[in-house]
């Protein structure tokens, strides 16, 4: 089991920048990307960013390429996302979650983290 604890959220004006953070515990090593979601009210949770655990490669959605940037820090098992140019439709409930190394599927999540950007 991984356990996934988002922080960071909070509000912010159009063009502002926040940094989400997710620390994981527990079965670390089963880590093989850890990802973000995010669930705006009445739609589908999607997909935002990914890292790998190993490598570092990174992979975005394009609404938000070239203002966000995912990082990890192996040491503290710690994954970051960096909003920047933030938009009232980046508006949504923040999601980490972790891809695991054997199922390849994404089995452990947080419990989520708003995010509400103002006009």
């Known amino acids: 089991q991984v356990q996934l604890v988002e922080s960071g959220g909070g509000l912010v004006q159009a063009g502002g920048s926040l940094r989400l953070s997710c620390a994981a515990s527990g079965r670390t090593s089963s880590i093989f990307t850890m990802g973000w979601f995010r669930q705006a009210p009445g739609k589908e949770r999607e997909f935002v960013a990914r890292i790998t655990w190993s490598s570092g490669g990174t992979y975005y959605v394009d609404s938000v390429k070239g203002r966000s940037t995912i990082s990890r820090d192996n040491v503290k098992n710690t994954v970051y996302l960096q909003m920047n140019s933030l938009k009232p439709e980046d508006t949504a409930v923040y999601y980490c979650?972790?891809?695991?190394?054997?199922?390849?599927?994404?089995?452990?999540w947080g419990q989520g983290t708003q995010v509400t950007v103002s006009s």
């Open positions: 979650a972790v891809q695991d190394r054997s199922s390849r599927t994404y089995d452990y």
